[in-house]
């Protein structure tokens, strides 16, 4: 074993032990998947180049990604927008559906409801594009004056048959922790898979939940991106990219000094296979020469890691 895999096996059995989850009870060889991991790249259609959705499409896929990720927009006109992708050789990442402001966790009951039944066609909408999921994020700062307490509690009162719902769709509701500077609540990897299973177990059966990981939000949130990667484990479904807040803050993985090395470990550790998706600006006044440089870039930090 060299020093960077020594290195590597501790910093997973590490998080394992704090997490006191299943990987307390495998071997070093059974939690080791890096010969399965393969790096997917994915764009938001907002950070792609291009003037509009065609030349975008065309441009993500010259580039090498491999799918298209949708915001809300696309509710409701799945088959288009599948076939939007599908002509440009793509496949679909997630939905990036966000919080409905917040009204699924408002101190408002009367606002729970009407976004609840819009997020069940949002996991409709996935389930037609075949999409990884839709990334929910239960609410901003400013959404609610819910404590941290009450929305899990209250998470676990309606997510269980929606994430049923969305096992069945063929998909699944993907949290988002962010940093503190956007939301008070679910902050951390860990803290997404920690509710996940709890889902599940209230559920009675695994499946249609789970959480994903953000660059930008981790460089504020966790000690270590690898670390928060394997907590995420069988939850982690999807991966956001950008640099970190460095200047330029927040812009195209290698614009800034941030690395992805660390985390690009922690996803091959547990052979991860899912969208990794640009959601970022951009620093340079060429979108579409930063935009090759940083797959490029993104590429060699894979090979790296």
Known sequence: ?????????????????????????????????????????????????????????????????????????????????????????????????????????SEDESKRQPGI????????????MKSPGVIYVPAFNGQTKLTNQEIRKWLLEFLPPLAEFAAECGTSIIFEPLCRMEAYFLRQVADGASIARDVDAAAGKKGGIGVMADFYHMDTEETSQMGAIISGGSYLKYIHLAGGVQQPRRTYPGENSMTFVDGFRGLKYIGYTGFCSFECGCAKENKEEAFKESIAFLRAQWAEA
């Open 117 to 128: 039944d819009d997020l069940k066609r949002a996991i409709e909408t996935a389930g037609e």
């Open 1 to 105: 074993m060299n020093r960077r895999d020594f290195f590597g096996t501790t910093a997973a059995l590490g998080v394992g032990l704090a997490a006191g989850t299943a990987f307390a009870t495998q071997t070093t060889e059974e939690m080791d998947k890096r010969a399965s991991a393969k790096l997917r790249i994915c764009s938001q259609v907002g950070p792609a180049p291009g003037d509009n959705m065609e030349k975008k499409l065309e441009l993500i896929k010259k580039y090498g990604c491999e799918a298209v990720e949708y915001g809300g927009e696309c509710v409701g006109k799945g088959k288009e927008f599948f076939q939007r992708a599908n002509d440009a050789g793509l496949e679909v990442g997630a939905i990036c559906w966000g919080s409905h402001g917040g009204d699924l966790c």
